[in-house]
């Protein structure tokens, strides 16, 4: 069955500095995607990167970057210089299937980041 | 830009009663889906919708019912509220075709049931 876990609860870093948030994943599908997303206190959900199974190179989209590692199945998020407008909820999540099978997501329990001045 | 719309934001009920959750998306995307998100954990699918007039059960579709007679509008319903459904509803819509389809997320609806 397909899986996402974060093992970090929360997590601390100072600022400007970088940090590595976790996530390993399980399916047996070949075709899949991540995603991570960010959730401020205010709640709502916002996208922040992507990678595709298939792409040969790790996703980067600004200040973050994936660490894609498709043999150990992970797809860390990594983010550099760290402001404290990152103090959020961090969610990966991946794709179930290809997407013309509906493109649902399943997400891991999420990542707390809080950003110290 | 609106983006994706949910309606209402804050909601109390109690257990029985019925309601219904709105949402509206202005992008033309032809995939709808509700979520729901307990405190500590991630968002868990209950129905979803790959084009007007279909939907599908998602991983907790029970208690739930869905109806997606507009491309645009995708409605939740709760027949009758039950405790165990207070919680927070998102709803996400995101294109057919591309590369990735990027699920864009409503503001959430917070809704509890007493």
């Known amino acids: 069955a397909q899986k996402i876990t974060q093992t970090q609860p929360g997590m601390f870093v100072q600022e400007k500095e970088a940090v590595t948030l976790d996530c390993t994943y399980d399916?047996?599908?070949?075709?899949?995607?991540l995603f991570w997303y960010k959730q401020p206190s205010s709640g709502e959900m916002i996208f922040l990167i992507y990678q595709g199974s298939y792409d040969q190179q790790n996703a980067t989209e600004g200040r973050y970057s994936l660490n894609f590692q498709k043999a150990r199945k992970s797809a860390n998020l990594v983010i550099s210089a760290s402001q404290l407008g990152d103090s959020a909820m961090y969610f990966c999540a991946m794709r179930e299937g290809g997407r013309n099978q509906g493109g649902k997501l399943i997400f891991g329990q999420g990542t707390e980041l809080s950003v110290k001045p | 830009n609106a983006g994706v719309t949910q309606t209402p934001k804050f909601r109390v009920l109690k257990t029985g009663q019925s309601m219904t959750l709105l949402c509206a998306q202005d992008?033309?995307?032809?995939?709808m889906y509700w979520y729901r998100q307990d405190p500590g954990m991630g968002l868990r699918l209950i129905h979803y919708?790959?084009?007007?007039?279909?939907?599908a059960k998602g991983e907790v579709p029970d208690g739930y019912n869905v109806s997606r007679l507009k491309k645009q509008n995708f409605l939740l319903g709760l027949e009758s509220a039950a405790p165990s459904q207070t919680s927070v509803y998102f709803c996400?819509?995101?294109?057919?075709?591309?590369?990735?389809?990027?699920?864009?997320f409503g503001a959430g609806t917070r809704l509890s049931v007493l």
């Open positions: 919708s790959v084009g007007e007039g279909t939907t």
């Open positions: 996400a819509s995101s294109p057919l075709g591309g590369s990735i389809n990027i699920q864009y």
């Open positions: 992008m033309n995307h032809e995939y």
């Open positions: 399916t047996s599908d070949p075709s899949y995607g």
